[in-house]
């Protein structure tokens, strides 16, 4: 079992930077790939990178890459999303999201639907 909290969302201006954190409870997090997702009002949730479990894997979407950098410390049970260069349409909530892929599934392969832990999501605002 493992519980994820987000924090480090809130209020930014267009160009600025964030860096949102994902707090892990339970023995078996360094074993769990993490994803970061988002949604937006009105809009569908999508994911935005991942990470695999050791951290020498990573995933960006074609919206963030270059922008957004995502990371862990094991020792910390913690996962992060560093932002920069934020964009209004960043405007969003975010999740952190656990799973445990089998080992030959390419981290942009595994979706949603492959998470098996979620936060509760933490909000992030780009003003212009």
């Known amino acids: 079992q493992v519980q994820l909290v987000e924090s480090g969302g809130g209020l930014v201006q267009a160009g600025g930077s964030l860096r949102l954190s994902c707090a892990a409870t339970?023995?078996?997090?360094?074993?769990?790939?993490v994803g970061w997702f988002r949604q937006a009002p009105g809009k569908e949730r999508e994911r935005v990178a991942a990470?695999?479990?050791?951290?020498?894997?990573?995933y960006y979407e074609d919206s963030v890459k270059g922008r957004f950098t995502v990371s862990r410390d094991n020792s910390k049970n913690t996962a992060y999303l560093q932002m920069n260069s934020l964009k209004p349409e960043d405007t969003a909530d975010y999740y952190c999201?656990?799973?445990?892929?089998?080992?030959?599934?390419?981290?942009?392969?595994?979706?949603?639907?492959?998470?098996?832990?979620w936060g509760q999501g933490t909000q992030v605002t780009v003003s212009s």
């Open positions: 339970g023995r078996a997090f360094s074993s769990h790939a």
């Open positions: 999201a656990a799973a445990t892929p089998p080992p030959h599934i390419p981290l942009r392969r595994v979706g949603a639907t492959d998470y098996d832990y």
């Open positions: 990470i695999n479990w050791s951290g020498e894997d990573t």
